[in-house]
């Protein structure tokens, strides 16, 4: 017989009401395993915090998503989404499944070339980019979506100078009916604008125009906004072959599906509330295939999906510092990863279970990340086990913008692992170490010791 | 060579002269007269004016009679060739030699009565003959050949073979053995085996009931030997076999017609040869199936180019027999039972495809799997399998609960789509209410039609498909191959196959940029330019043709070179080449043998049919001897595309392809080509075979 598991003591406010079959069981199972890898020896091996990505959730993603849209459609092409997570580990996967790359800055389209994406492949979103990076990317026949009119002007200008005839298509914002409406990026659909960039591309003999582009928003939890995306989308496509006589060769959905996260203030959980991505697909491809083009002119689909391929293959684990009780009686646990390591602390109220076998006594309690500032909150309100310190715990769903928006602040940031379809561990990104930070720091020589001459 | 064989005629200097006179005669008549320039420029019509000739050559005296004599007998054979010709060639027979039997009869039996033809001596007094032709130092040569201690029977061969020229000499016969061996090894083996299948048939029944003489053996039991063992039939070893047994048979026909003839002092020549070759080319034409002794289909006019193009179109060309039928879904779908399944699909219903969409765990429902919507398949497009009327539709079976059913309408929601006269195709269990065609509707080749569904005996949602004879929903299934689809977890591209069970396929895409690059269309032309080895700058026009027959060619205009080509939505092929090997047309043809025309960079295959390729003349001389049994040569090509957009207007996507050849199982790299495409079509092809460099660009 095992030895019995210590459980400190706790006080709990007595609930009434019916009783139920289901007892006071909570949904708090223990994960002591990431795709058969054991947390606690990966947090041994590589150490706390620790971010572990699964190679076959990535793959099984992609390919669902894949399918869901290819069976629907004849022409459908992704372009993995950069900012959302641009580790070269993980872009490669996406690439490898034969994605594109979708960048929104220098910095990115650089990377995606070193990752061995052909130029004609990458997708130049955004607002920001140099007229440098404009000529690169026109000489390597990416695709280049421009967002305003001064891009526009600079791309004609530049494309004369240098006598290139750049790929381009524009970005376009439109009322989709959802709140808040992003129409910061692009030309505007209503009002005419869209249509009046349109018109000078066609009209300017050195950009060659391909497609539109639109980006509705994020974390979309509506199907119907993409049909109304797609039928404006489709009704532009139409009338520049009408008018224009020009057959564009896509339209680029963007992305903005929702992984199955919990949104803060939601209701209910996410994998309740989130529409599947079937019905995304649907919405898409129903307005598109019924719109009346011909089966050679059908524009290719273009989906620049990132949160919902990789959300669920990323993994936070990480260990309790102390639990203390707050002074209205509230139970407090400290973790040792906070906003810096997991800021989409800020936007999800994340899913945390223990990483061992728990009791089942359970107390609403609130998890604190180890900064020393007011703000750093994992979970304003959770039921868990009683943890206690040198637990490990264990949080779902962090593969997107975790990894290229956390902060350097206060702590280092930590290792981050892949777990390979074979279930072999590899560290795809070093934790930071004190010469890495101080690699990039230069001293004045004046500053160099304490004592002042 | 055949400057060779002339010279040997000319060793009966009189009779290689009237050989010469009576087919310029005929030549010139005949293309005067307006007749078929081929068949002029093959001999078709002229070859018996040629024996004619030799043989009043060798049988008369010259002199202003005999000329005119030669003369008129030389039209009255081409008459005769014509005229024969006319009533054989419509059956597919060839006339062979009767049009010079006949006319030398006619001239021979009477020949006493031409007072002032004289018979020639100089066949007894053929020294003398050969002085006056050679001199010393001919005759000195002639009597060292003459002088050689052969083995008996190679004397009797070589003989025999200068028989056929009416002459009785070693040198000619060495001649004619030589030009046979260098021209075709089987010809050669086959006149080998045509001789010891006679010599032993002599031995066998006695050599004077068998009637074997030089000429006979030569012109009648070699002759039907390489006239049937490698001629009009395809040979290989049922056409050596027969060889064998034809022999004597000739044989019988010879004696009979030799005792006959004898009462009317005629000499049978070469009709023995031909009767039976005839007969026998006939005989096996009535056949409902060939499978063995196949006649040639295409006359190449050797015996090894005719083999290895059809072992090499057997396997190719048949799939051109087949309307191009493609899977009736977009993206990639699962085999869930094929072809003689184990569940539904027997008997008359055997030839069936059931597919299903399965996921990475294979499969094919989500969330429990209770309602049709968790079915994966459930509700996606269901395409057209190619271009067709639509001419039965069902649209309004209710969609059975998942477990259930329906077997009062078996088919549930279909549609049959007519795509040529007699083939059919029926998609079956079709979502209600989801068609979105109408009977009468002409649809084309993946264009949505439904939607799949659970409809009809269909316990949960799958999507049947299945070619047929007849319009008639549920009629007899047809075994019927997709033209081209990928095969997902083997990664390769099936080409005119049945998917199996279990076996992830999809559909390829078209890419329009290559499809218009290589659909070149009938009445245009391309110019191209390369440089050779000297610099100097060689420029080709090539123009696109349309034959009698419908059949499409590439045509050099400066070398007269001819592609033969075809071109369906997904592959181009070259099927033929004739022509000079120098020309920028044949390294073209090489380097673009076939092509897939889409953006799917998945390796295509192909094999080549070795006398097209350039290789060690001793090993494919060797492969010709052992070809009908067993090829030793293999000449096998890859193309894959290397660099690929989904774009018309990109600038350029590059195909590679290479030529391997295979000896004995040992493969080594023959030729390598890189072909780049921009929008405007083919732009440049670059072919390396050894040293040779080849670099070509399309000049506008």
């Known amino acids: 017989m095992n030895k019995k598991r210590y459980e400190r003591p706790t006080l709990r406010k007595m609930n009434t009401g019916l009783m139920n079959k289901f007892g006071t069981k909570t949904e708090n199972e223990p994960v002591t395993h990431i795709e058969s890898v054991s947390a606690k020896g990966l947090l041994k091996e590589y150490g706390s915090p620790l971010f572990v990505i699964s190679e076959k959730q990535i793959r099984r993603n992609f390919q669902n998503a894949s399918r869901i849209f290819k069976t629907r459609y004849p022409k459908v092409q992704f372009a993995w989404s950069y900012k959302t997570n641009y580790l070269d580990a993980v872009c490669q996967i996406f690439h490898q499944e034969g994605s594109w790359a979708e960048v929104v800055s220098g910095f990115e389209y650089d990377k995606a070339l070193r990752n061995g994406v052909p130029g004609y492949k990458i997708i130049f979103n955004g607002p920001d980019k140099t007229d440098e990076q404009l000529v690169t990317a026109a000489k390597n026949n990416s695709l280049i979506h421009i967002d305003h009119y001064d891009e526009l002007y600079a791309l004609i200008r530049l494309s004369e100078e240098h006598r290139l005839k750049p790929r381009v298509a524009i970005r376009i914002n439109m009322d989709t009916g959802i709140y808040p409406k992003w129409d910061r990026f692009g030309f505007n659909f209503e009002n005419g604008q869209a249509w009046n960039a349109l018109t000078r591309i066609i009209n300017s003999p050195n950009l060659d125009l391909v497609g539109l582009h639109c980006h509705i928003g994020t974390f979309m939890l509506s199907p119907n906004a993409y049909a109304t995306a797609a039928r404006n989308l489709c009704e532009l496509t139409w009338s520049v072959k009408e008018r224009y006589g020009k057959v564009l060769q896509y339209v680029d959905l963007g992305g903005g599906f929702p992984s199955t996260n919990t949104l803060k203030g939601a209701y209910l959980p996410g994998t309740d509330t989130v529409p599947s991505l079937d019905q995304f697909a649907d919405a898409i491809t129903d307005v598109i295939l019924g719109y009346g083009f011909s089966q050679e002119e059908l524009p290719l ?143 004045p020589e004046h500053l160099k010791t304490i004592n002042r001459h | 060579m055949a400057i060779a064989v002339m010279l040997a005629t000319f060793l009966n200097f009189y009779a290689g002269l009237s050989g010469l006179v009576a087919v310029i005669i005929a030549v010139l008549l005949a293309n005067s007269l307006g007749f078929d320039k081929v068949q002029l420029r093959n ?75 004289g018979l020639t001596q100089r066949n007894i007094f053929w020294i003398n003959e050969m002085y006056s032709v050679g001199g010393n130092s001919l005759l000195s040569i002639f009597q060292y050949i003459e002088s050689w201690e052969l083995n008996k029977l ?109 009462y009317i002092q005629l000499p049978v020549f070469s009709l023995p040869y031909s009767l039976v070759t005839i007969a026998f080319v006939h ?111 069902i649209n309004h079976i209710e969609d059975n609960p998942v477990g259930e059913v329906n077997t009062t309408h078996n088919w549930g929601n279909s549609i049959v789509i007519q795509h040529v006269p007699g083939i059919y195709a029926q998609l079956s269990h079709l979502k209600k209410d989801s068609l979105k065609v109408k009977k009468g509707d002409y649809v084309k080749s993946g264009d949505v039609l439904a939607q799949c569904g659970n409809s009809g005996r269909s316990p949960y949602p799958h999507l049947h498909f299945q070619i047929q004879n007849n319009p008639a929903v549920g009629a007899e299934t047809s075994d019927y191959p997709i033209s081209y689809y990928l095969n997902i977890k083997q990664k390769n591209l099936e080409q005119f196959a049945r998917p199996a069970e279990g076996d992830v396929v999809s559909n390829l895409r078209q890419h329009p940029l290559l499809f218009n690059a290589f659909n070149f269309l009938p009445d245009t032309s391309i110019k191209f330019c390369s440089r050779d080895e000297s610099g100097n700058e060689i420029t080709e026009h090539w123009d696109a043709y349309t034959d009698a027959f ?49 953006d799917t960079p998945v390796p295509v295959k192909d094999n080549i049919p070795i006398h097209l390729l350039k290789k060690k003349k001793l090993i494919s001389s060797l492969n010709d001897f052992t070809a009908p049994f067993f090829n030793f040569l293999k000449a096998g090509y890859t193309t894959r595309v290397e660099q690929i957009n989904h774009f018309p207007d990109t600038p350029e996507i590059q195909i590679s392809t290479e030529t391997i050849l295979t000896v004995l199982g040992k493969q080594s790299p023959n030729t390598e080509s890189r072909i780049t495409i921009n929008q405007y079509g083919i732009d440049s092809f670059k072919y390396i075979s050894g040293k040779k460099v080849v670099h070509a660009k399309k000049i506008k």
């Open chain 2, 550 to 598: 419908n059949y499409k060619y590439l045509y050099s205009r400066e070398t007269d070179a001819v592609a033969y080509y075809t071109c369906d939505n997904m592959m181009f092929y070259f099927t033929a080449f004739y022509g000079s090997r120098k020309s920028l047309l044949y390294y073209f043809f090489l380097s673009a043998y076939k092509i897939l025309l889409s």
């Open chain 2, 283 to 393: 005989f096996l034409q009535q056949r409902a199936n060939q499978k063995k002794l196949i006649l040639t289909p295409i006359q190449h006019y050797s015996p090894e180019t005719n083999l290895y193009a059809y072992l090499n179109n057997k396997e190719r060309l048949s799939r051109f027999l087949y309307y191009p039928v493609q899977l009736p879904f977009w993206g990639e779908w699962t085999v869930t039972q094929g072809h003689d399944g184990t569940f539904t699909h027997k008997d008359e219903w055997g030839k069936a495809f059931d597919f299903m969409i399965l996921d990475d765990e294979g499969k094919s429902y989500q969330s429990g799997g209770l309602s049709c919507e968790d079915y994966y398949c459930f509700g996606k497009p269901v395409t057209a399998p190619a271009d067709g009327f639509v001419v039965e539709t």
């Open chain 1, 301 to 443: 689909l273009i989906l620049e999906s990132g949160r919902a391929l990789i959300d669920d293959a990323g993994y936070l684990l990480g260990t309790v510092l102390a639990t203390k009780r707050l002074s209205d009686g509230r139970r407090a646990t400290i973790l040792d990863f906070g906003l810096n390591t997991l800021f989409t602390s800020l936007w999800y109220e994340h899913k945390v279970s223990p990483a061992q076998p728990m009791g089942q006594q359970t107390e609403e309690m609130i998890l604190y990340g180890p900064l020393c500032m007011n703000i750093d909150v994992v979970r304003e309100s959770i039921v868990m086990p009683l943890l206690e310190k040198g637990n490990h715990v264990v949080v779902h769903k962090v593969g997107a913008y975790n990894m290229t928006q956390w902060m350097q602040f206060i702590t280092l940031r930590p290792n981050i692992v892949l777990i390979d379809v074979e279930n072999n561990t590899h560290i795809i990104r070093k934790a930071e170490t004190m010469e890495y930070i101080d690699s990039l720091e230069v001293v």
């Open chain 2, 43 to 117: 001999g078709v019509l002229s070859f018996n004016a040629l024996i004619t000739g030799i043989g009043l050559g060798t049988y008369f005296d010259p002199g202003i009679v005999f000329f005119t004599l030669l003369a008129l007998s030389s039209v009255l054979t081409l008459i005769i060739s014509v005229a024969l010709g006319g009533r054989l060639f419509k059956y597919g027979l060839p006339y062979l030699s009767i049009p010079f039997v006949l006319t030398f009869w006619f001239i021979l039996l009477p020949s006493s009565l031409y007072e002032n033809l």
């Open chain 2, 154 to 262: 190679l004397e009797i061969y070589l003989r025999s073979l200068s028989s056929i020229f009416f002459q009785d000499n070693l040198i000619t016969g060495v001649i004619l053995a030589v030009v046979l061996l260098l021209s075709s090894r089987i010809f050669f083996s086959l006149s080998i085996l045509g001789f010891v299948s006679a010599y032993i048939f002599a031995q066998f029944s006695g050599s004077e009931a068998a009637s074997i003489t030089y000429y006979n053996i030569g012109a009648n039991f070699i002759m039907v030997a390489i006239a049937i063992g490698g001629f009009f039939v395809i040979p290989s070893r049922y056409s050596y076999l027969w060889t064998i047994l034809l022999v004597p048979l000739t044989s019988i026909v010879l004696v009979f017609f030799t005792k006959l003839f004898n």
